[in-house]
Each structure stands twice: as C-alpha cells, then as structure tokens.
C-alpha cells in the first residue's frame, strides 16, 4: 500500500521542499531589501556629513563646468584634421603618415587624460598656465 500523496493541493498540503524553497526565496530577499536599507541610510549619512562640513557642491556647477569642458575638447578634436594637415604635406611613405597620425591621436588622448583633474580641480587653469610656463 502507497502512503497518501502530500501534495494533494485539495486537502492543503504542501510539500516540505517546496515550503524550503519558498522560505530560501523569502530570506533571500529580506536580505536584499536588507542590504539596500543600509545602502540608503549609509548613502544618506555620507551626504549629510558631506553637507554638513560644506563639501557639497552645487549640481548646477557641476554640469556648467562639465559642459565647458567637454564642449572645448570637442572643439580642439574638431580642429585637429586643420591644424594636423600642414604636418602631412610632402609626406613620402604611408609610414610616415601613420607616425603623424599616432602622434595626432596621442596629444588628443593626453588632453582628455587631463580631463578628470579639470573638473575636480577648481584651479586647474592656473595649473594648467603653471605646467605651460615649465
């Protein structure tokens, strides 16, 4: 004789793995919800603090002197090709071209390395005038 079957739906029973799987699933996500309170909270501390010891800066700025900048290297990559194309007159081997155009790429490629340092340094013209006068 079989044993009566426990996942008969009609008389209420659940299966023990089923009822672990949905307990696993639950934890599981308490723990996420968990971990992302604390997120918030310590992300909220964190700009408080900030606020408090005058270290915010306004958004507004932010965005001006990100829009400044990019839009001045956007200008300096669109001159390039006019300000390159001098150096690629009488050129003889393509090898000699591809020297230039390397050359032309990294200086664009060192401009924009000094991106991240332009935008967090408030001073970084006069650093920039300091690096010149070197």
Do not use: Y
């Not at 408090?52 to 001045?72: G, S, Y």
Request: charged letters at 35%.
């Amino acid at each position: 004789m079989k044993p009566p079957n426990k996942s008969n739906p009609s008389d209420g029973h659940v299966p023990h793995h089923v009822l672990n799987n949905e307990f696993i699933i639950a934890k599981t996500k308490l723990a996420e919800d968990q971990a992302r309170g604390v997120r918030t909270r310590e992300k909220a501390n964190r700009l408080m603090l900030a606020k408090a010891r005058d270290e915010v800066i306004d958004k507004d700025l932010v965005i001006k002197q990100a829009t400044f900048l990019f839009v001045a290297m956007r200008q300096k990559m669109l001159s390039a090709p006019l300000a390159w194309s001098r150096r690629f007159v009488g050129l003889q081997t393509q090898r000699e071209a591809l020297e230039r155009l390397i050359e032309m790429q990294h200086e664009l490629l060192r401009e924009l390395h000094d991106m991240p340092r332009k935008v967090t340094d408030p001073n970084w013209i006069e650093t920039l005038d300091e690096e010149d006068g070197k």
